[in-house]
């Protein structure tokens, strides 16, 4: 489904980032990237997001090499991948409700899809009864699994998902992995970076460390190990 090529990046600076990169990804995989700061992690996704583009090699999502894609077909083809960022990034004047219904609006749905998929996404994330509530009322965690209903309200094949329990709490972070693992069972792939231990212990599922730029170990039940 995913596929880098013998991708390397350097940036324009000169600076390195990533090097002989070859790496697939199955559907259905529920996947942890690990690493030291600067190890090339974002690199990566940004490369699968068609945000920056290989010094050498290529990226494939299915059979479409990404980074030969018309620049009129990025926005489609970015609305296969649904992001969750470290900080959230919900509109802080909406409510858990409208920011979900916001990213339908913003793909063209129609409003009685909205109205029967939100109470459905909210459900799945378990905020039915915060469905009014402003971020600002709302518990990191619960501020994360809005971002998630958000990630995943317009049915992205994969969800990327960047440090996303970066700035929560242990609670918070168990609830938030028990919501991916559950998006990741109903069939949608999952691709996390994470500096947690205790996420990528619990979640038993594979583990990519990177290493100044480098894929250094790959396991199909790994553990963070650095
Ligand atoms: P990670 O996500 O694992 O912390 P990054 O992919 O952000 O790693 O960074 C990999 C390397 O590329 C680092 O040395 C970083 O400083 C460098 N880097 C990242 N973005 C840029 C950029 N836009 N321009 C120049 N160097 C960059």
Redesign the pocket.
């Known amino acids: 489904m995913i596929y880098f090529d013998n991708v390397s990046k350097i ?3 000169g ?1 390195p ?1 990533l090097e002989d990169v070859t790496v697939s990804i199955d559907p259905k995989e529920f996947v942890s990237i690990v ?10 996704l940004k490369m699968l997001l068609a945000q920056e583009k290989p010094t050498r090699g290529s990226v494939f999502f299915e059979s479409m090499n990404v980074h030969e894609l018309h620049p009129s077909a990025v926005p489609h083809y970015r609305r296969k991948i649904g992001m969750v960022f470290q900080d959230f990034r919900l509109i802080p004047n909406m409510t858990a409700y409208e920011n979900i219904a916001f990213a339908m609006e913003a793909a063209g749905r129609a409003d009685d899809e909205i109205e029967s998929d939100v109470p459905y996404i909210l459900e799945l994330v378990d905020l039915s009864t915060k469905a009014n509530h402003f971020p600002s009322q709302l518990s990191g965690g619960e501020q994360q699994r809005v971002a998630i209903g958000r990630a995943i309200i317009n049915q992205p094949d994969v969800i990327i998902a960047d440090e996303p329990t970066g700035n929560l709490d242990p609670i918070n972070t168990y609830e938030v992995v028990e919501i991916l693992k559950k998006i990741n069972e109903l069939g949608t792939t999952v691709l996390i ?1 994470t500096h947690n231990k205790g996420v990528v212990d619990a979640m038993g599922k594979r583990v990519i460390t ?1 290493d100044r ?1 480098r894929i250094i170990r790959d396991d199909p039940q790994g553990q963070y190990i650095l």
Request: no cysteine.
């Open positions: 940036y324009r600076d600076t980032a690493g030291h700061s600067g190890a090339g992690k974002t690199t990566l970076t990177m730029g």
